[in-house]
């Protein structure tokens, strides 16, 4: 029964490829506000042609969320978490095909957003295609929620998830996609880290000042460093006080998880092109520190006079832009308490603090819970190799907001890989991987009504 949907799948394939084309080739940046109506209306469109109902439900203060639903037998209905927002493109000048023109090469799919998240959304549209193609009514009912300010911190995501709950009401989640690690095996992702995301400010003089006046005029970009090296530790330990204080211990099946996830240490280094990792982490140490501890980031630096050529000033202002990711149970509001009182107790308080988001907090789905088990049965069956099934991403995606809100597990499936440049110039996901990813939904559904019983 299986073999009729794979075979349609396949054969279908140029067909799938080119919905998430369609999906690239509308720009949708949250950040700026471009194409985002456009986009979502997109959306809807194509839900419908999966034969779903569509929805665009406003969301105040921000891009519309487009809630699909289709009814299927008596399942548990799984819910399909994602969204139709993307990344700036920039730096433009390292794209190797403009972002927004998606070029389908060497088993590839380039623009941005092919990974993140639009391949993703794609991959779930056509597993419903296929599905009702081949055998009709779907084996459980399946609702999507594509919201549109994903890549900004989701700000006002949670407020219309409590408003719409039950709209929304599911007995399982599917976050926005992942995918393959480095040796083929697909990572089942059941958690988030929080952010909270700050910018900070310091006030020098009214005006650029000749350097010669550095004697007896304040440098707001010393005041801005000074403040930020008593941040963090060169041993990467965060010295803001009680920082650490609602830091969660990992239970024993996260850390069992932990073991059983290949190292990837090396892989890191190559990627990302650097010779040493923090403290020299690998192994289990590896995933230890990155998926389970939080972070203090410096994102942006700048001050002064930065062009070609030296031009001799003391600045005006410095501005430092930060991010913390945070795990359970720490909450973005103390955190952001937290830092305000610790500049101020180490003499900083002419640092202002401007530009904090609401920030997301983190969540976790236990590993031993049943829909993860059969998440990963599901796994190992399609790819042909075990998941791996990782307590948490490093990253943040409003996971808590669907668990927390709704009160559902949440696990994750994608159609990335790790070298999918997601957020970076030539983003892409190989098809293969996204028509594996497309099987994976279809066997799910399948096998979604055995939950019941489990
Ligand atoms: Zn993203």
Redesign the pocket.
Known sequence: MLDDIFRYIDEHADEFVQDVVRLCQQPSISAQGVGLQETAELVARMLEEAGATAEILPVVGGPPVVRGALSGRAGPTLLFYNHYDV?PPDPLEEWQSPPFQPRVAEGKIVARGAS??KGNLAARLAALKAWRAVHGELPASVIFCIEGE??VGSPHFLRFLQEHRDRFAADVCLNEGFGVNSRGQLQIILGAKGLVYVELEVQGPALDVHSSWATVIPNPAWRLVWALSTLKGPDDRILIEGFYDDVRLPSAAELAALEQIPPEDAVARQVYGVSRLVNDVTGVDFWRKHLLEPTCNICGLVSGYTGAGAKTITPRTARAKLDFRLVPDQRPDDILQKLRRHLDRHGFSDVILTGALEGEPPARTPPDHPFVGLCAEVAEQVYGVPPVIMPTMAATVPMAQLRETLGVPVADAGVGYPDNR??APNEHIRIADYLTGIKYLVVLLDRLPSLRTR
Do not use: A, F, L
């Open positions: 990344q993140d998240n994903e890549e997601i957020h």
